[in-house]
């Protein structure tokens, strides 16, 4: 499958052409597992928010904090470890000496196509 969302932050593909946009639904629905039904949009922005946490600078020391608030850590023990697992296992992180790690390149690029305004129509409705 190709990688149309590396392709866009590349400037390799033109994000308004119908193909490109179609290649990009797929992918998304493809790598991230979604079927199409529920509130995916929502599911993006939670990425989108959390790939910008995990690449912040920032004191080291609040890093930890702050990455498991935003991953939903203070809301249910566990659901933290497991979001960062799922980020390793889709290769949008690198795993350092504990997970989440830091950005992977494929998670650098994710984060900028969904911080750009061509993922506005996937942020608003898939």
């Known amino acids: 499958m190709a990688d149309w969302i590396a392709d866009i932050v590349a400037g390799r593909a ?9 290649g990009v639904h797929d992918q998304i629905i493809t790598e991230l597992g979604f079927c ?13 928010d ?3 946490e995990i690449g912040r600078e920032g004191d080291a020391e609040n890093r930890w904090k702050r990455i498991s608030d935003a991953a939903g850590g203070q809301q249910k023990p566990g659901m933290d470890y497991f979001v960062f697992y799922q ?5 949008l992180t690198d795993h350092g000496g504990s997970v989440p790690g830091w950005l992977s390149d494929r998670g650098e690029a994710w984060l900028a196509f969904l ?12």
């Open 14 to 22: 033109d994000p308004q052409n119908e193909d490109v946009v179609s």
């Open 36 to 48: 199409g039904c529920g509130r995916p949009e929502d599911a993006l922005r939670f990425l989108r």
């Open 50 to 52: 959390l790939l910008a």
């Open 87 to 91: 980020l390793d296992h889709l290769g």
């Open 115 to 126: 911080q750009s305004p061509h993922a506005k129509r996937y942020l608003e409705g898939c």
